[in-house]
């Protein structure tokens, strides 16, 4: 059957069924299964059939304060922790990479983020260096080993797609898997006045970002507080 594309000369990459069927078997190896990683969110494992998988985009959405940033949080921590061929990269719009590692933290330490807070405020040792018994160095320094980076600043869709091409090339070069977090996607610079044609050029570019080596795309959308009003259930035109 491929050879009924003989004819056919274009630069864009036809695959046949055939193709795919040998790529599929493949990715059932014991060589690839490494395809797959847990978020550490066992639900959230179970609906993406098992782990989460190369070559995925997938939207966290929900209104503002549901949790998404600590949902992708504990994703990105689980993920850089248990797995060494990984790079993350989280465009961090919403919050500072400082409270993210206070997020951290406050997981390993068992307190929330105002506790640690006070516990690292009161400690008279450096960050890297607390004496006392609930923070010590270990998980600090294990916090600190890890292939994590953020952009914090705003950019547009083209810097975006620039930082996670390079990245996607370093990846490639050191053969390791690249996890990118965008947190959240309206955020995002765009050249339009309206949100939605941004969200939608944001899209795009996702789409097409995480089909390249060996990539996974997490993007956080905020949803309007409204959308689960009576009004929009019965009204399809408002969905």
């Known amino acids: 059957m491929d050879s009924f594309f003989f004819f056919f000369s274009s630069d864009v990459k036809i695959k046949s069924i055939n193709e795919a069927v040998d790529e599929a078997i493949e990715s059932l190896t014991e060589e690839n299964k490494a395809h797959y990683y847990k978020t550490g969110i066992e639900k959230l494992d179970r609906a993406l059939g098992g782990g989460v998988e190369q070559n995925l985009l ?15 949080n504990i994703i990105e921590t689980n993920i850089a922790e248990n797995y060494e061929n990984v790079v993350v990269l989280n465009f961090s719009f919403e919050m500072t990479a400082k409270s993210q590692v206070f997020r951290k933290l406050s997981s390993k330490m068992l307190c929330n983020t105002s506790q640690l807070r006070e516990q690292l405020a009161h400690s008279q040792s450096a960050l890297g260096n607390v004496s006392d018994a609930r923070i010590a160095v270990n998980p600090i320094e294990e916090i600190r080993s890890r292939q994590v980076f953020y952009v914090e600043e705003a950019i547009n869709v083209k810097q975006l797609c620039d930082i996670v091409s390079e990245f996607q090339r370093k990846c490639f070069e050191e053969k390791k898997w690249l996890v990118v977090f965008v947190d959240h996607a309206l955020l995002i610079d765009g050249k339009s006045s309206d949100e939605r044609t941004n969200v939608a050029d944001l899209e795009k570019a996702l789409i097409r970002l995480k089909k390249v ?20 259930r019965s009204n399809r035109l408002l969905h």
């Not at 997938?58 to 600590?70: D, L, N, P, R, Y």
């Not at 080596?213 to 009004?231: H, W, Y």
């Open 58 to 72: 997938v939207t966290i959405g929900g209104i503002s304060g549901s949790g998404k940033s600590a949902i992708a």
């Open 213 to 232: 080596g060996r990539t996974t795309i997490f993007q956080l959308m905020q949803l309007n507080r409204n959308i689960e009003s009576a009004e929009r």
